[in-house]
């Protein structure tokens, strides 16, 4: 299961753009990182949402794989984001989980973290529908 997500994980070439890693992977749960650097702020230097979307629903999506039969992929169908706080400090985490391992549909959530001064902030809160399909 590691090595398959791991694999899967350095063939995602948005992931290479924003110079994420993987933290952690247990069944059922994943967690990533990036740092917050310019290129991926808004306007007031904070991350960008779609940073946090994009780490959010990559944890998701491999907290899903986990989960997923060996001859299937997964897709994201539809996720939805909060914005609880601004993203302020060095890194943003990510904590996708799994709440429902389903046959069809795989219902999934993932809290994603500012790291300032190794301080945590809780920042967005998403919850989504991953959807196994056959390799
Ligand atoms: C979610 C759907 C697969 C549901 O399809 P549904 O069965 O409801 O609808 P249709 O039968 O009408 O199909 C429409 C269309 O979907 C594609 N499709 C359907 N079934 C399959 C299948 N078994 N295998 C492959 N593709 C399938 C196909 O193109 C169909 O059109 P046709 O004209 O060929 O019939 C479907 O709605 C769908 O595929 N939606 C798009 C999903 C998507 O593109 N999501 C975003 C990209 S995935 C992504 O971003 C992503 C992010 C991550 O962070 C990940 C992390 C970890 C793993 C994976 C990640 C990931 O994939």
Redesign the pocket.
Known sequence: MKTR?SE??AE?G??TTLNAQLDGIEKGRVEISAPIVPEFAQQQGHAHAALSF?LG??????A??TCAPPDH?????EIKINMLAPGRGDRLKAIGRVLKPGRRLIVVAADVYAISDGTETHVAALQGT??P??V
């Open positions: 997500i899967s994980f995602q948005m992931m994009a629903d990559t944890a998701a999506g491999y899903a794989l992929e997964v897709v994201t169908a991953i959807v399909v056959p």
